[in-house]
């Protein structure tokens, strides 16, 4: 069975320090990973997805992650938050090889940026 | 249209109506999935559909839950005899097929919310 953590429901940082949002993952085999981001009353924005390679992904809007195979983590994160960036934001995983097969979210992780 | 797209926006309804959503996925995308969004609970996967295969209803809650797709294209979620713990943001999203890879994104609607009065 495959599961993601993000043990954080609410992370709260002042505009233009640095973001961290945490993922830690369980699949019984190599995963693919994705971030994904949630406005007020809109659906579900796709960041950006590890699949293979480069541990470290960038994506949309200034965001990366890291794949860390060994910490079984991809934690998303921004050198530098803006307000913008307060939103909802899902880890998910999926296994690797598994075709088009839902994606499993976490809970989510609630960032407030601060001016 | 660009996305994928869902209606109502919003739905009202009283304990023990029958309700229909509606997705239309992005034009192309083989696959299609329902989920559904309560609050503080993240997202729970209702069904899946991949092309002409038989769809993956594990998710479903009730039997009070179907869904069907029609021309592999436009999906209706119907609940019937609706209950207040229906009450959630219904999202659906579509996938292009890549066989066997795996790694495609999902892109998902605005969601339709319902709420059971």
Same mark, same amino acid.
């Given at each position: ?5 993000q ?19 369980? !699949? =019984?085999?190599?995963?693919?990973? @994705?971030?994904? *981001?949630?406005?007020?009353?809109? %659906?579900?924005?796709?960041l950006?997805?590890y699949?293979?390679?480069d541990?470290?992904?960038?994506g949309?809007y ?8 060994s910490?079984?983590?991809?934690h998303l994160?921004k050198p530098?938050?803006? !307000? =913008?960036?307060?939103?909802?934001? @899902?880890?998910? *995983?999926?296994?690797?090889?598994s %075709? ?7 809970k989510?992780?609630?960032?407030s940026?601060?001016? | 249209?660009?996305?994928v797209?869902?209606?109502?926006s919003n739905?009202?309804?009283?304990k023990g109506?029958?309700v229909?959503?509606?997705?239309d ?8 999935y329902w ?14 559909f991949?092309?002409?295969s ?14 069907e ?10 609940i ?19 066989a066997?890879?795996g790694?495609?994104?999902q ?11």
């Amino acid at each position: 069975a495959q599961s993601v953590a993000q043990p954080e429901d609410q992370v709260n940082v002042a505009e233009g320090n640095p973001l961290t949002v945490k993922c830690t993952y369980s !699949v =019984s085999g190599n995963p693919y990973l @994705f971030w994904y *981001v949630q406005y007020p009353n809109r %659906g579900l924005q796709f960041l950006l997805k590890y699949i293979t390679g480069d541990n470290l992904v960038k994506g949309s809007y200034g965001f990366e992650a890291e794949f860390n195979k060994s910490q079984t983590s991809f934690h998303l994160k921004k050198p530098s938050a803006l !307000v =913008s960036d307060s939103a909802l934001y @899902f880890c998910a *995983v999926r296994l690797r090889f598994s %075709g088009n097969t839902p994606l499993v979210f976490g809970k989510g992780t609630r960032l407030s940026v601060i001016a | 249209g660009a996305g994928v797209s869902q209606s109502p926006s919003n739905k009202v309804t009283e304990k023990g109506k029958d309700v229909e959503l509606r997705c239309d996925p992005i034009s192309g995308h083989t696959a299609l999935y329902w989920y559904r969004q309560s609050l503080g609970q993240g997202l729970e996967f209702l069904i899946y559909f991949q092309g002409n295969s038989a769809p993956d209803k594990s998710g479903l809650p009730s039997d009070r839950f179907s869904a069907e797709r029609t021309g592999g294209s436009v999906s209706t979620l119907t609940i019937q005899r609706t209950q207040q713990e229906d009450s959630a943001v219904y999202l659906c999203a579509s996938s292009a097929n890549v066989a066997g890879v795996g790694g495609n994104e999902q892109f998902f609607g605005p969601g339709t919310r319902l709420t059971v009065l």
